[in-house]
């Protein structure tokens, strides 16, 4: 009985005999589910993310899994799913790094698994997420001094002449420092110039926001990290 119902309605007797049983079903179906919770919680591990995220990469790799099993050789069906992934991306916002290498990896877990290596696919996950937590907790890649590296946005009056009115502030205060845009702002009342600097002393901003607010008329000033992430997935 249970074998009629999960049988394809345009299934030949031939493809029937090579039907995937419920159990073998249930049990891949498990295991992805089990590797992308563990994929989930070694991204938590020293990363920011959100809990649309986090729910992803745990229902991924069951995802991915059941369309491996479903097309099953089918060649014709493959392509087909093939173009839906492409398709996917442009639904989704710009992402980092470490959020499109974890949607591989969860990916890559459920392909393995839909394709029967389920001793395999827990491997994997099990290798790649302890080389993941520890690269962030050794802070691999990262660079020793990169919290002086800053963005300097100072906001001046349009009667001011910007061209070289801080330099001998920011000589002070920084090893280099470069104008990189000059905009207005305020229905054209106000000049926006963004500096990127890097600090000689990661201390003393506060003594380099206050000589600034004696050039710029106290309007506002503000650094922030010279790397920010505008969209997350």
Same mark, same amino acid.
């Given at each position: 009985? &249970? ?14 005999? !090579?039907? $995937?049983? *419920? ?9 992805? +589910? ?12 020293? =990363? ?8 992803? &990469? ?8 059941? #369309? ?30 470490? %959020? $499109?290498?974890? /949607?591989? &990896?969860?990916?890559? @877990?459920?392909? *393995? ?13 099990? #290798?790649? !997420? ?21 963005? +300097? ?31 207005? @702002? =305020? ?5 926006? +110039? ?14 380099? /926001?206050?000589? +600034? ?6 309007? %506002? *000033? ?7 992430? @505008?969209? %997350?997935?």
């Amino acid at each position: 009985m &249970l074998n009629t119902i999960f049988r394809g309605v345009f299934d030949t007797e031939a493809q029937a005999a !090579s039907m $995937i049983s *419920i159990g073998d079903f249930i049990l891949c179906l498990v295991v992805s +589910l089990l590797v992308g919770l563990l994929l989930a919680g070694t991204y938590t591990v020293k =990363n920011r993310y959100t809990k649309s995220f986090l729910m992803t &990469l745990a229902i991924l790799p069951a995802v991915v899994c059941v #369309v491996i099993m479903m097309v099953n050789g089918n060649i014709g069906t493959g392509v087909a799913v093939a173009g839906t992934f492409s398709l996917v991306r442009f639904r989704s916002v710009p992402g980092t790094a470490k %959020e $499109i290498c974890a /949607i591989f &990896l969860a990916m890559c @877990t459920g392909l *393995i698994a839909g394709m029967g290596y389920l001793g395999y696919a827990v491997l994997f996950a099990l #290798v790649l !997420s302890g080389i993941t937590v520890a690269y962030n907790c050794f802070d691999f890649g990262s660079k020793k001094q990169e919290e002086r590296y800053k963005v +300097l946005h100072i906001t001046i009056p349009e009667d001011l002449d910007y061209t070289g009115v801080f330099d001998d502030v920011l000589t002070e205060y920084t090893q280099t420092h470069a104008l990189e845009q000059v905009k207005t @702002t =305020n229905m054209g009342s106000l000049f926006k +110039l963004t500096y990127n600097i890097v600090l000689r002393n990661s201390e003393a901003e506060k003594e380099l /926001i206050d000589k +600034l607010r004696c050039r710029n008329g106290n309007l %506002e *000033i503000s650094i922030s990290q010279k790397e920010t992430v @505008t969209y %997350e997935l």
